[in-house]
């Protein structure tokens, strides 16, 4: 049987114009992508991020804006669902107090989940893993291109 999994994830840049990006090992897997993840029965798109942001950084955030919702077939890594993720630009209530890595899966003892910064002037499409998110940063890219014009 195939369901839709619907995913929401947040874009948070900082001050010194860098992206949040959380490295994580889940299902024998790992994998590099921004934080959020899945709507749970009777969430709502918004609710489901800052729960997240809760539950992945201990960060409130607030929602500034929709950013992109795909527009393309993607199945899932892990089932046979049929992804749908909305992305939404966000900025945190109050600073991060994460501790933050500077190498890919550099996971602490008896943890799977590690955050980094990647400045935007260095971001490419291989930083992260699904086609989505992929999707995503060609699109942050081509807005930082268009503002440099």
């Not at 500034?64 to 909305?86: G, M, P, R």
Request: aromatic residues 14%; charged residues 25%.
């Amino acid at each position: 049987m195939s369901y839709f999994n619907v995913r929401v994830y947040g874009l948070l840049i900082n001050q010194a114009n860098q992206i949040l990006v959380s490295d994580e090992l889940s299902g024998g897997r790992s994998f590099s992508k921004f934080p959020g993840g899945g709507l749970e029965y009777g969430e709502g798109l918004i609710d489901a991020l800052k729960r997240e942001f809760m539950e992945e950084c201990n960060a409130e955030i607030e929602v500034i804006s929709h950013f992109y919702t795909t527009d393309f077939y993607e199945k899932s890594s892990f089932n046979d669902s049929q992804i749908l993720s909305i992305y939404y630009l966000v900025k945190e209530k109050n600073p991060l107090e994460l501790t933050y890595k500077t190498k890919v899966f550099d996971f602490d003892p008896d943890c799977v989940q590690s955050f980094r910064w990647i400045s935007l002037s260095e971001l490419k499409t291989t930083d992260v893993t699904f086609k989505t998110d992929q999707t995503v940063v060609q699109m942050l890219l081509s807005l930082i291109a268009q503002s440099a014009d």
